[in-house]
């Protein structure tokens, strides 16, 4: 073993060969013990031994962190494993090889694969260094960044085995071949929810009934799985008054937790869920929905995770509103009835009924709904109909202590009564128009003018009432003597006057009344300019006739006058006197007694 203080530093061998066979090798291999077959007398035994110096170098193998060696780390930082390899000696180490690549959840970043000596190759991971002399280190950087989704994971990175060379590692001791980083896990969520309005009953307006469809679409925003998603609608947030959404997954998920469901979500995957919600009328005189959703779950660890939803954006939070704009609208229809009290025939002092139904035709409840009759649209001369509540409608509007409330389709109904004046029945019809008024839910006044049959709208017509009246006239003729020479008796030259007693015995005013007579002579004097039914004027018309020879040979004068008079509408109405000194009493053509005045002589 010259040159050498040890023989562990000697690879020996050795031959052995028997020179009575001829030289024959009878043993060989390495050692420093020998085996020899079985020897006999005469053997000529030589064994030759060879020592080889065996060049030996102590690789120390380690595995550190670099960049400040902080464990744990989020998702996104960058890590550094540094990997050295000393050679402890003594001999230098030839053609060293190790392996070693990135490990899963981390990214290559700037600077993987840097080594101080040697060539390494990313995607084997394999390093090869041509020598290391005793007391020198090489040193191999492996840089990544870590994933999005690896929160809560432990990244290990592990050489798989020592290095190997041309030289003898005669131990392991010292290796340190294995390095764990701690991602810490930061689980987060995301719900977008919107929703769209349906016309269910497909009437052309927002109403009781009509749907709310939600869509709900919930986002894991963190860096780990989410286990068992689950969404509930939250009443303290819901201003709706008719069933609370219950929301059901439409789409997406996964079961990543083996408990046979799919409601867990991997990173930066999402599901959909769906809900629907059927309006009130409460929720249609709010003129809006509004409901946030809670998203609750657990990441692998269990610890709780949720999220409140946003309409547009899952990084938010803020309720989904619903707008609604429901059409407030009433519909007043007003009719009428004359009462001509016990004698049935039309009068000044007669009176019309009036009755009002106001419905309301929109879809949110409109408020303390009365009835008034504007005086810019009543024709009649007395005084306005007061319409009064009688029946229908509610209390809605809490505790305002009417009963005068319509919700969509109700109706409410009033009632007035009118007196006639003689000017009404004079003009033959009462025209007016009624409004029914209130307030929507917002406090905007809704109103609608009356129509005289239908509740539609645009149907807006006035109430007209006719008063239908007959004009009548009679005419009464009185004759009295005029002794005008005085003698007491009479004869040609003498005088008789008539006196006129003109009754309306209609129920229309008559105007331009006139008196004439057919007899040659009578004189007429005067005109009524006007005469109001019930009335008999016996002053403004008189006539005079101035008898005759003949008048004195008939021994009499008989005559009758006729009267005309003009009503509010239509043709004159006549009449033909009657003598009320007569008792006959022969019907005229109205029926009226029309017996001729005969002054006898």
Known sequence: FAGTASAANYTTTYACTNAL??????????????????LVAGDNITCTFTNTYRNTANLVTTKTLGAGGVSPVNA???VTFLITVNNAGPGTARNVSLTDVLPAGLTAAAGNGAVTAGTYVPATGVWTIPSIAPGVSRTLTLVGTVNADQGGVTIT?????APTADTTDPTTTGDDLTETVVVTAAPAMGVVKTSVYSDLNANGRQ???DRITYSYTVTNRGNTRLDDVVLT???ANFTGTGTLPAPVRTAGGADLDGQADAFDLAFGASMTFSATYTLTQADVDAGSVSNQVLADATDPAGTPVSDRSHPTDPAAAAPTVTPLTPVSSLGTVKTSSV???ADSVLNAGDSITYSYVVTNTGATTVFNVAVTEPAANFTGTGTDPVPAYVSGGGDY???AGTATDLRPGETVSFGATYILTQADIDAGSVSNQALGAGTNPGGQPVSDPSDDTSPNAGQNDPTVTPLVATPRIELEKAASFVDVNGNGRADAGDRITYAFAVENTGAVTLTNISVTDPLVGVSVSGTIASLAPGITDSTSITASYTLTQDDMNASRVTNQATVSGTPPSGPPVTDQSDDPNDTTNIPDSNGDPGDPTVFRL
């Open 207 to 209: 109403d009781a009934g």
């Open 21 to 38: 066979a001829g030289g024959t090798t009878i043993a060989s291999g390495s050692g420093t013990s020998i085996t020899t077959p079985a």
């Open 339 to 341: 009462n001509t009290g």
């Open 157 to 161: 990175n592990t050489i798989p085995a």
């Open 233 to 235: 609608e939250q009443a």
């Open 76 to 78: 996104g930082d960058t």
């Open 397 to 399: 509007d809490t505790g």
